[in-house]
């Protein structure tokens, strides 16, 4: 039997060749006139089948169902440590995108608060600096002691001027600490740069050869896949043919359908032998355990396969007596 991976591997590839498969089953029976119903009846009781434009042996088709089926388990373990190495790669690619993020973050960061800070720097820079004072012309006026200047005029032209020093001082200031900000942002922006180059080539550089190597397994895994689905396509077009055999005659020469798929008795009897091999090594494995624990198992304990494993005792039991009956 399959295992679970494979079953749900080959199932999908089944789907996806649904179309195909018609195809194929067509191409088979393309050319020949389709049997009466009279005339299938007789071959099917001389264990006979219509394949490919002609009547075969029931068991010579079933036994191209098992080889297809061994083909098919045999592709599917080829194409698994492939496929676990893909994962292992795409694992291992995004465990490394992830570190990049988390070492560039501080970088850009202090980059970003460089860049704020040269914005802020190059405003004042660019400020427009104080206008000059617009003095009053002091015309003089009338006193005790005739005509004279006008002292209020002089204050006040006086106190303009101070305002306008105070004012080309601190611009002049402002402009000196932006010029060093400017200089200390810009030398900082190029250095994160600098280290953001860095980090963005070696974390390409790491996955470079990871992702070539996923490329390569990709691709090797896609012709797996195709080789998988025509033996996929096979198998279907003959279980197709069996199918269409009524089970009354199936059974009478030993054939049985198990879980989809077409066995002769003797391979179900292997099948049911490994099931019951199973269900025994998880029974001793748990008596083991609880006796281990001072406790013994309960008598209810049922493994999960046991089910399984009655149905297909009782299939066989079926197809053994269907069998001796034809006799």
Not at 7 to 17: D, W
Not at 150 to 170: I, L, P, T
Not at 235 to 243: A, E, G, P
Not at 310 to 320: N, R
Request: glycine share 6%; hydrophobic share 35%.
């Amino acid at each position: 039997m399959h295992s679970k991976h494979s079953s749900v591997l080959v199932a999908g590839l089944v789907m996806s060749a649904s179309l195909l498969c018609a195809v194929c089953v067509a191409a088979e029976q393309a050319g020949s006139s389709k049997p009466t119903p009279e005339e299938s009846q007789t071959h099917y009781a001389k264990g006979e089948v219509h394949y490919g434009g002609k009547w075969v042996s029931m068991t010579g088709l079933l036994d191209s169902c098992r080889t297809t089926r061994a083909a098919i388990k045999t592709e599917l373990e080829k194409d698994k440590p492939g496929k676990e190495r893909i994962a292992e790669i795409t694992k291992a690619a995004a465990k490394m995108l992830a570190e990049w993020r988390t070492r560039k973050q501080p970088v850009e960061r202090e980059l970003a608060q460089a860049e704020a800070k040269r914005r802020l720097a190059q405003r004042v820079l660019s400020m427009r600096p104080p206008a000059k004072p617009n003095l009053v012309q002091n015309s003089g006026r009338w006193g005790f002691g005739g005509w004279g200047r006008d002292s209020s005029v002089e204050e006040d032209n006086r106190r303009r001027r101070q305002q306008y020093e105070r004012e080309m001082k601190r611009y002049n200031e402002l402009r000196e600490q932006a010029k060093e900000a400017f200089i200390e942002a810009d030398a900082t922006i190029d250095k994160c740069r600098k280290q953001l180059d860095e980090l963005r080539t070696e974390f390409k550089d790491g996955q470079k050869s990871l992702l070539a190597e996923r490329t390569k397994l990709t691709t090797e895994s896609r012709r797996a896949g195709s080789r998988t689905a025509a033996l996929v396509n096979r198998l279907r077009v003959f279980s197709d043919v069996l199918r269409a055999v009524p089970e009354t005659f199936r059974l009478k020469h030993g054939i049985a359908q198990w879980q989809g798929a077409f066995y002769q008795v003797t391979e179900l009897e292997e099948l049911h032998a490994s099931l019951v091999a199973e269900i025994q090594a998880a029974r001793q494995a748990a008596e083991a355990r609880l006796a281990g624990e001072g406790t013994s198992l309960p008598k209810t304990w049922r493994h999960a396969k046991q089910a399984q494993a009655d149905a297909l005792k009782a299939l066989i039991a079926g197809t053994k007596a269907d069998m001796t009956g034809a006799k």
